[in-house]
């Protein structure tokens, strides 16, 4: 048996293609049985976040079972695409980069870890995991603990919502005078719309399919709710818009915003799509005084921190190899013993 890691991220696809390869949660359990059942995979694990879908697997062939799941990834997103493959060690050493942050377009970020999390759990649930792959992610999880409370590879790191910020700070400057418009209150949504309330935006709007949600975070920072049906009627009036939905399809057009710029005189908009597909058209950056950023826009920007991090990365780079040799000894002796479930 064999462990491999199939995938694409923010490293080897820009945003365009990965939300083409984007798997909603709706559908994930049901492609993982397909994946499952065409490239014979005895064990595997479906992550899928806005910077990257990976398949890892248990297989008696790697090489064919990870062709397999190319195919039909390729055949879900009707695209094809250049995936990296990970086996044996090198999935270890893959997946424990991952969880730490490492291999993050944030690096040092900690969101990914709680995706592992869930997509493992999901997994797990559905009874498509086993002894390897249980082995393999519980320890992943302990070595993101260690990682991140042995080294700094946290601290001082920027976030999702520090780089919004700081984005919109080039635009507007003093955000005090600015009112801005969070579409989607998830994790992601919320951690910006803590960066814009720490930096002291003027008013917050907060609006997600499930009202009961936008009602809570609002409350919660001081801002106002919106029903999801009616957030449009907020664009001639705002200043900032942050979109983090899970919408399958555009939730806002070049021509819809040509008519709202109308309204809005020369005042400059500030949008930020960190959807996975893309919430807004990407077209709308060509409308005058319309400043349009995407998780692409994101990457250049926490590039220019890496150098500050380098030496804590290669303290985790030192743990974490230790950690795949000590997998793969438990592994080699189940599978001597005949124990890797079948």
Not at 169 to 187: N, Q, T
Request: hydrophobic share 45%; with cysteine.
């Amino acid at each position: 048996m064999e462990i491999f890691c199939l995938g694409l991220s923010h490293h080897t696809a820009g945003v365009a293609l990965r939300e083409r390869f984007a798997v909603a949660d709706e559908r994930r359990a049901a492609i993982l049985a397909d994946l499952r059942e065409q490239a014979r995979l005895r064990e595997a694990v479906l992550l899928s976040t806005c910077n990257r879908v990976e398949v890892y697997g248990l297989a008696p062939d790697a090489a064919q079972a990870a062709s397999t799941c190319a195919e039909l990834l390729q055949r879900q997103a009707g695209i094809r695409a250049e995936f990296y493959r990970r086996e044996h060690e090198e999935t270890a050493r893959h997946l424990f980069r991952v969880v730490c942050g490492m291999d993050s377009m944030v690096v040092g970020e900690t969101e990914v870890l709680g995706q592992v999390k869930d997509a493992y759990a999901e997994a797990l649930q559905s009874g498509l995991t086993g002894s390897a792959l249980n082995r393999l992610f519980q320890q992943a999880f302990r070595v993101a603990k260690e990682v991140r409370s042995v080294t700094a590879i946290t601290r001082g790191s920027v976030s999702v919502g520090s780089v919004a910020v700081e984005l919109a700070g080039k635009i507007f400057g003093d955000l005090a005078s600015c009112r801005s418009l969070l579409l989607g209150a998830g994790e992601t949504g919320e951690r910006v719309a803590r960066s814009l309330r720490s930096r002291g935006v003027r008013s917050l709007v907060i609006s997600n399919r499930t009202f009961e949600r936008a009602a809570q975070l609002a409350s919660e920072l001081g801002g106002m709710a919106l029903h999801f049906d009616h957030w449009k009627t907020a664009l001639s009036d705002v200043d900032i818009v942050i979109t983090s939905t899970a919408a399958q399809g555009r939730l806002l057009s070049r021509a819809e915003l040509v008519r709202v710029s109308s309204e809005r005189g020369d005042r400059p908009l500030f949008l930020l799509d960190l959807a996975v597909p893309r919430d807004l058209d990407p077209e709308i950056n060509s409308l005058p005084g319309i400043f349009l950023h995407d998780l692409d826009s994101l990457q250049a920007m926490a590039r220019q921190g890496m150098d500050l991090r380098e030496q804590e990365i290669s303290r985790g780079e030192e743990m974490i190899a230790g950690e795949v040799r000590t997998f793969f000894e438990w592994l080699r002796q189940r599978a001597g013993q005949g124990r890797v479930d079948p």
